[in-house]
């Protein structure tokens, strides 16, 4: 099984990205993917999940309002669309997939990506 995160790069305060998560190996039906974020020095964060079945979704409070996790069946992939993007969100964002529901913390997550780095700076 193999998850690969990608989409990252530097964006300007205000801009817009969006990421994808893509699966090999496994098909979302049944899984749940969270999307988490790690900045130098600090533990890994719940960013948001959705549940594959009934697309379902969760969100730190910090990203609510301006991110937007969504699937694409046809394509087994799951994207985050970030707006509004803020300095305080530059990190490397991984996904993460584990048997639904979607959890908030990194642990009870059996699958990862390699993680894709977004940078938020002027």
């Known amino acids: 099984v193999q998850l690969q995160a990608s989409g990252g790069g530097l964006v300007q305060p205000g801009g817009s990205l969006r990421l994808s998560c893509a699966a090999s190996?496994?098909?979302?039906?049944?899984?749940?993917v969270g999307w988490f974020r790690q900045a130098p020095g600090k533990e890994r964060e719940f960013v948001a999940g959705?549940?594959?079945?009934?697309?379902?979704?969760g969100y730190a409070d910090s990203v609510k309002g301006r991110f937007t996790v969504s699937r694409d069946n046809a394509k087994n992939t799951v994207y985050l669309q970030m707006n509004s993007l803020k300095p305080e969100d530059t990190a490397v964002y991984y996904c993460?997939?584990?048997?639904?529901?979607?959890?908030?913390?990194?642990?009870?997550?059996?699958?990862w990506g390699q993680g894709t780095l977004v940078t938020v700076s002027s």
């Open positions: 993460g997939a584990r048997n639904w529901p979607y959890k908030s913390r990194a642990f009870e997550y059996d699958y």
């Open positions: 190996g496994l098909t979302f039906s049944g899984y749940a």
């Open positions: 959705i549940n594959w079945s009934n697309s379902s979704t």
